[in-house]
């Protein structure tokens, strides 16, 4: 078995974002164990670490356990990721080689294609990768950890990324318009496009 906290911390964040644990839900260290194949110290550093992140609950005499789903607290975050993103949309702008505009198209004609075909539980996965490729554009990796980190407060099933169906195809049409901007140098335009994206405005 690996005793590799840092890998188990990352493992645990991603499987965290991916939405395999129910908001709510309590993280007992012997299932970890047994889930990522490891010893008791390595679970309990990678909880630790998560927990001061403020990436999970701890209680005292209780233990740790995944943010469960709060409207308050989600629109909070999304008001910080809103200050944050658009606050970079001139350093994407700046920042945006063709070949990383040429990836951006890529993973946004993907995402309307999930949209429109399938499979629907690839849809967050790829949304997350257009986004974070967005925000490499800036070639600031501290801010991008951070959206990372932020993201993991709020719940990642598809139900609360998009209100509807009609939601979910605006959003397919904005990554694409999105890039456009990014390819145009027009960054007040693709400010604009984050911010109705990011509050799902219509």
Not at 63 to 74: A, C, I, L
Not at 117 to 141: Q, S, V
Not at 166 to 185: F, G, K, P, T, Y
Not at 191 to 199: F, K, T, V, W, Y
């Amino acid at each position: 078995m690996s005793d590799d906290s840092d890998s188990i911390t990352d493992r645990l964040a991603e499987d965290l974002r991916a939405g395999l644990f129910t908001p709510g839900s309590w993280l007992k260290q012997v299932d970890l164990q047994d889930r990522y194949a490891v010893g008791r110290a390595p679970v309990r550093k990678a909880l630790e670490s998560l927990a001061g992140r403020r990436l999970i609950r701890y209680e005292k005499n209780r233990g740790y356990s995944v943010h469960p789903t709060d409207n308050d607290e989600t629109a909070q975050v999304l008001a910080i990721r809103l200050a944050i993103e658009t606050g970079f949309s001139e350093e994407i702008c700046a920042g945006a080689r063709p070949d990383a505009i040429a990836e951006l198209r890529n993973l946004a004609e993907q995402f309307a294609r999930i949209v429109r075909d399938g499979p629907f539980e690839r849809l967050y996965d790829t949304n997350l990768a257009f986004h974070r490729k967005l925000l490499l554009c800036t070639g600031n990796l501290h801010m991008v950890n951070l959206v990372d980190d932020l993201r993991l407060r709020t719940s990642p099933a598809p139900a609360s990324q998009w209100m509807d169906r009609a939601r979910i195809e605006r959003s397919a049409q904005e990554h694409l318009e999105m890039v456009l901007a990014v390819e145009m140098d027009d960054s007040m335009r693709l400010a604009s496009l984050m911010r109705q994206h990011i509050l799902q405005k219509v």
